[in-house]
């Protein structure tokens, strides 16, 4: 779903706190909430049918709220590279977002901590809906917090 796929990343070395994470920014379409439910198994009709949500008196079709998950680590291994793991990752609802509407995540390090084989960064995060503008608008998804480990896989079947 990337618009483009980064050639270069962050060094990890050079991480500190306030360093502030490359943005993402993604217009949800309806193919891609079809997509969506297609695997994830999510058939809700709030989320593709058209005449549904009319029916509902809704704008248009919900984005589901997963996305906003998905975009967000999406921001995070595009700005730290295939190297980067994302150990823990949440994040609270806030508003209703409508396919069409275009999203932006942003995030800030708020920690670095551990060696070098074992790095660990933390970043606080948003997802927003860009208003017309071209500024920030609602929060679709705040906060936002994740824990990246960097070098080093986690979880079942990892190498360590």
Not at 13 to 32: H, M
Not at 71 to 88: A, I, T
Not at 109 to 125: I, L, N, P
């Amino acid at each position: 779903m990337s618009d483009t796929f980064p050639t270069t990343f962050v060094d990890h070395a050079s991480l500190a706190v306030g360093d502030v994470v490359a943005p993402l920014e993604r217009t949800i379409g309806l193919t891609d909430m079809v997509a969506y439910a297609g695997a994830t198994w999510d058939w809700h009709k709030l989320h593709y049918d058209t005449a549904y949500v009319a029916e509902k008196g809704l704008p248009g079709p919900i984005v589901d709220g997963q996305v906003y998950g998905a975009l967000l680590v999406e921001m995070l291994q595009d700005w730290l590279g295939p190297q980067s793991f994302v150990h823990e990752l949440e994040f609270t609802f806030r508003n209703l977002v409508f396919v069409g509407e275009r999203l932006r995540c942003t995030g800030t390090v708020t920690e670095v901590s551990g060696e070098e084989q074992d790095r660990r960064v933390t970043v606080e995060m948003k997802v927003v809906v860009v208003a017309e503008d071209g500024t920030d608008g609602r929060a679709a998804a705040a906060p936002a917090k994740a824990v990246v480990l960097l070098g080093t896989p986690d979880g079942p079947g990892a190498s360590q």
